[in-house]
Nanobody, 122 residues
Framework: QVQLVESGGGSVQAGGSLRLSCAAS?????MGWFRQAPGKERERVAIIYAGGSYVYYADSVKGRFTIAQDNAKNTVYLQMNSLKPEDTAMYYC??????????????????WGQGTQVTVSS
C-alpha cells in the first residue's frame, strides 16, 4: 500500500504559478499528476518514471508545467507556471501502474491521493 498526500493547491490569477507536492509513504517507479474538471473525465497531466528517466506531459501543459521527483523524500512535485483558467480542476497524485497495465490508461493506476483544488481566475 502506498498512501499519497497532495498539497499546494489554491486560487491564483491567470499567468500565475503554483507548485503542487505529493508525499508518498513508499517508493514507486511510476508517479503522475492527473486532473479532473467538473463534468469532464479525469485526464493525465504529467507522468514521471524511474525518477525522471522518462517524463510525459499532456500537450495542453507542455512548456508550462514541470514534474520532478525527490527520491530521498518520496515526493513528487508539479510546478505550474503561466496558469490559465482552463487549468482549473481538482488535481490528483497517483502512483504505480498495475502489472500488465499501461501508464497512459487512467484506470490502470493503483494508488490515488485525495486531490487538491486548483482554481485559476481570468
Amino acid at each position: 500500500q502506498v498512501q499519497l498526500v497532495e498539497s499546494g493547491g489554491g486560487s491564483v490569477q491567470a499567468g500565475g504559478s503554483l507548485r503542487l507536492s505529493c508525499a508518498a509513504s513508499g517508493s514507486s517507479n511510476y508517479m503522475g499528476w492527473f486532473r479532473q474538471a467538473p463534468g469532464k473525465e479525469r485526464e493525465r497531466v504529467a507522468i514521471i518514471y524511474a525518477g525522471g528517466s522518462y517524463v510525459y506531459y499532456a500537450d495542453s501543459v507542455k512548456g508550462r508545467f514541470t514534474i520532478a521527483q525527490d527520491n530521498a523524500k518520496n515526493t513528487v512535485y508539479l510546478q505550474m507556471n503561466s496558469l490559465k483558467p482552463e487549468d482549473t480542476a481538482m488535481y490528483y497524485c497517483a502512483a504505480e501502474v498495475r502489472y500488465g497495465g499501461a501508464w497512459s490508461s487512467t484506470i490502470d493506476w493503483i494508488y490515488w491521493g485525495q486531490g487538491t483544488q486548483v482554481t485559476v481566475s481570468s
